[in-house]
């Protein structure tokens, strides 16, 4: 690789436990520099907000309602307004109009547009100085104040996403109890996880594993 190119090479720091810059790690360009509009970000988001709800919410309609067949008063001559069934919607308990019910709905984002988006958040985050590479995230047994110290050492706060590998359980006990840490896997972290995060910490395999490494 020329000096010229390597220049030009966006790079990540990576740190081991206590907190050490100990080498740095250059970042596929194509990462680096990711960028989508706020329109395309907009429906990302809503898309994926949307897939996380049930869409069970009901009402009922004057058809599900029960009522009296009976008409409540007579057609003409009362000074009031027709009405024909106390399940209309006029009525105290009768039916709701438009009201909600349970739907079936089928968000597709598509995938190109979707890496675009999950490169952008990455790219983001390098840009902006907030993403970290740890050489090496080992736990023997499950202990909070490692994670907490690990956390201190690298000098962030705030909202902290940790990536890992593989879902590691140790990883996920030490971090449970550690306010604003939320830790995900590789293969299940989104491009939201990631930006509504005010730092992303990666392990150097998972960094790898999510094609963050030049090649």
Not at 40 to 67: E, I
Not at 87 to 108: D, I, M, Q
Request: hydrophobic letters at 40%; one cysteine or more.
């Amino acid at each position: 690789m020329s000096d010229e190119k390597k220049a030009k090479t966006t790079r990540v720091k990576l740190f081991n436990a206590a907190g050490q810059v100990v080498a740095e790690l250059g970042v596929r360009p194509s990462v680096a520099k990711a960028k989508v509009n706020d329109q395309v970000l907009h429906d990302y988001v809503v898309q994926l907000q949307n897939s996380q709800r049930s869409w069970t919410a009901s009402t009922k309609t004057r058809g599900d309602v029960k009522a009296s067949g009976k008409k409540p008063w007579r057609q003409k001559g009362t000074g009031r307004a027709r009405a024909g069934s106390l399940a209309s919607p006029l009525f105290r308990g009768g039916g709701v109009v438009f009201g909600p019910k349970p739907k079936l709905v089928e968000n597709r984002f598509p995938k190109r547009m979707k890496k675009s988006v999950f490169e952008h958040a990455l790219g983001e985050k390098i840009r902006q100085d907030r993403l970290l590479v740890l050489d090496e995230l080992r736990f023997e047994t499950p202990k909070t104040k490692v994670m907490a110290q690990t956390l201190k050492s690298l000098n962030i706060s705030g909202k902290v996403l940790l990536i890992t590998e593989k879902t590691d359980r140790t990883a996920l006990l030490s971090a449970r109890n550690i306010p604003q840490l939320t830790c995900r896997n590789a293969g299940d972290v989104s491009a939201f996880d990631i930006l509504r995060h005010k730092f992303v910490v990666l392990t150097r395999a998972s960094f790898e594993s999510l094609g963050l490494a030049e090649q």
